[in-house]
């Protein structure tokens, strides 16, 4: 007889754990240690921290690979750690990739500068017109890389379109699925062949380890890790204690984040000191239709515009007292930046219009602060800021 399924919030808690419980801990115990004896085991299965292969490890890639849907997962150090070594791991000298116009700030200097010295290169493809995408094909293309929800827009590409076009032309699709986590999108569900989270973020959720996943088949996670092993983004015991017991929460974090989200966006919507907000939940949002047809959740994530200056929005951010003006995102306490200073500082002006930011563009990370509380502290930092600008 074989299991039900079972829910997110419930895989999230008990999937891949150690069975029997060592000594009887309901909770996996840190394995502090670098080595452990050998049995005469294969390489890849000897115990050794930088091979990804202690009980922590073994422990979150089981449970991720559940919450994915995918054959196996691992945990790396950092979530350039699983972008760099997912790219790496299918592409080599001479290889082609085609990678959507806007990309995490990270991935696009890795693919941009890093890449290049390694002979593999790249085209920018438009996420939202699959019409163009064969004309940026070349005999040596081999992947194709997007983001299920972009920074700090939160645009949402064509998704399955990308699937369809990979699969028609035997590329590897790669996917950076952090700002939806796996309770708002699956994309393995829908066919892509790697899934990569920055697990700093939602899937930890309290801003206190860096981390990062990759999920797939076990011939490609394989891949990936066969790259790690000698590139040494290995996951530290402690900090893959820490992530399980964050992922314990997700289900009930990221639902909570993406309901006060929600209500935060439409009373910024109708509040004369903005100028447009963008959250896929809106009406509004470009990719409305879409959005609400393959996610289960709009997430926790949306950024806005003031009317005026930059100088009010500035004064916006220094009135704030209840999010924290501070990059990252995802975690239980809300954090807001103004990109084109921050996360997209090193941008020129040209870029930042090209790919639509304005430098009076405010982003915001919803943390699971009372509702009530971050509209009325967003609603009086407006006030506030307009009368400093005004004085």
């Known amino acids: 007889m074989t299991n039900p399924p079972r829910s997110q919030s419930t895989n999230a808690i008990h999937a891949g754990a150690q069975r029997p ?19 005469g085991e294969g390489y890849d299965d000897i115990g050794y921290i930088r091979l990804s292969t202690t009980p922590n490890h073994r422990v979150l890639g089981r449970r991720i690979a559940v919450l994915e849907g995918t054959e196996d997962a691992l945990v790396l150090a950092s979530g350039m750690a699983a972008i760099a070594g997912s790219l790496f791991s299918v592409l080599s000298a001479g290889d082609h990739v085609l990678v959507q116009d806007t990309l995490y700030g990270g991935t696009a200097s890795f693919i941009e500068d890093d890449m290049k010295r390694f002979n593999i290169d790249h085209s920018v493809i438009n996420p939202q017109d699959p019409s163009s995408w064969v004309e940026a094909l070349t005999p040596k293309t081999k992947a194709v890389y997007v983001e299920t929800l972009t920074n700090p827009l939160v645009q949402l590409a064509d998704l399955e379109a990308v699937v369809t076009f990979a699969k028609e032309h035997g590329l590897v699709s790669l996917i950076d699925n952090t700002f939806a986590s796996p309770i708002n999108f699956r994309p393995a569900e829908f066919g892509f062949d790697l ?12 801003s206190d380890i860096v981390a990062g996943s990759v999920a797939g088949s076990a011939s490609l996670v394989a891949s990936v890790k066969g790259f790690n092993n000698h590139f040494g983004g290995s996951l530290d015991p402690h900090a893959a204690f820490l992530l399980e017991r964050g992922l314990k929460t997700i289900a009930l974090r990221v639902k909570e984040q993406g309901k006060s989200a929600i209500r935060i966006a439409k009373a910024l919507e109708d509040h004369p000191a903005v100028s447009v907000v963008h959250y896929p939940g809106l009406e509004s949002h470009a990719q409305h239709e879409r959005a609400t047809r393959l996610l289960d959740g709009f997430g926790g994530m949306l950024s806005f515009e003031l009317v005026g200056d ?16 501070a990059v990252s995102l995802g975690g239980i306490e809300s954090l807001i930046v103004r990109p084109a200073q921050s996360t997209h500082a090193s941008l020129s002006v040209e870029q930042l219009e090209k790919i639509g930011l304005s430098d009076k563009l405010i982003r915001l990370s919803v943390g699971l602060e009372d509702v009530h509380d971050l509209i009325a502290d967003l609603t009086s930092a407006l006030e506030i800021a307009k009368g400093r600008v005004s004085t």
Do not use: W
Not at 310 to 325: C, G, I, N, Q, R
């Open 195 to 206: 899934v990569i989270e920055s697990c700093t973020k939602y899937m930890n959720g309290h």
């Open 310 to 325: 930059v100088s009010y929005a500035d004064e916006f951010l220094s009135a704030m007292t209840v999010p924290t003006v």
């Open 21 to 39: 419980r060592p000594q009887g801990a309901v909770v996996t115990p840190i394995y502090q240690t670098s080595t452990y004896e050998y049995h």
